[in-house]
């Protein structure tokens, strides 16, 4: 099947510096992938979509400024958390379509920790 | 806007019971419905993915199915196993490929 890695796994951060979080498919080319964050005992809320070669989605209430997403080539998308709060602290998954059949494949997430 | 809810929160059964667990969604005009299962601290692992136009989808123990007229799905589980323990949620898709996730069920099993 196909798969989607991210990296790191677990991240730790100080208040106020940025932190880039990579989503990769593996063995498929992503022209969509999908960047979600989800906090503890809650279900996933869709942030933004990212497309090759064009600029992010942004869902209602998500900060662009503070969420960058680049999505530079088919098999890579990258998130950048700017000016980390301790708020921010999450876990972010990303996931990718593959095809047309629109089925989702997710990454193993990564846990962002702001001090 | 679409709003996905999943009954129950919560679910303990002994092992070897066959269950049922159920999304619901409120806008049928949907373009695929998907089951996944998450454990603990884990990423998602897609378990069934049911096109608009089909009415089950089958993988080993589990079977899904789908009313989308009624806004319904069902995760069938036979033959419950201990590590089936875990969080399922249901995520429905539209054609623009975004998806919409229930709150998820919890379900346990006991040896």
């Known amino acids: 099947g196909a798969v989607v890695s991210q990296h790191p796994s677990w991240v730790i951060c100080k208040s106020g510096t940025s932190v880039k979080i990579e989503c990769r498919s593996l063995d498929f080319q992503a022209t969509t992938m999908f960047w979600y964050r989800q906090f503890p005992k809650q279900s996933l809320m869709l942030m933004a979509t990212s497309n090759e070669g064009s600029k992010a989605t942004y869902e209602q209430g998500v900060e662009k400024d503070k969420f960058l997403i680049n999505h530079a080539s088919l098999t890579l998308s990258t998130l950048t958390v700017t000016s980390a709060h301790p708020e921010d602290s999450s876990f972010y998954i990303c996931?990718?379509?593959?095809?047309?059949?629109?089925?989702?494949?997710f990454g193993p997430g990564t846990r962002l920790t702001v001090t | 806007k679409q709003e996905v809810t999943q009954i129950p929160a919560a679910l303990s059964v002994p092992e070897g019971e066959n269950l049922v667990l159920n999304c619901s969604f409120t806008d049928s005009a949907i373009y695929n419905l998907q089951w996944f299962r998450q454990d603990p601290g884990k990423g998602l692992t897609s378990l069934l993915l049911?096109?608009?136009?089909?009415r089950e989808q089958t993988s080993g123990r589990l079977n899904a199915s789908l009313d989308k007229s009624s806004g319904r799905s069902t995760l069938y589980i036979a033959a419950s196993q201990p590590g089936d323990s875990a969080t399922y949620l249901c995520a429905v898709n539209t054609n623009a490929g975004k998806s919409t996730f229930g709150d998820g069920t919890t379900l346990t099993v006991k040896p």
């Open positions: 996931s990718a379509r593959s095809g047309s059949s629109y089925e989702q494949y």
């Open positions: 049911i096109q608009s136009s089909q």
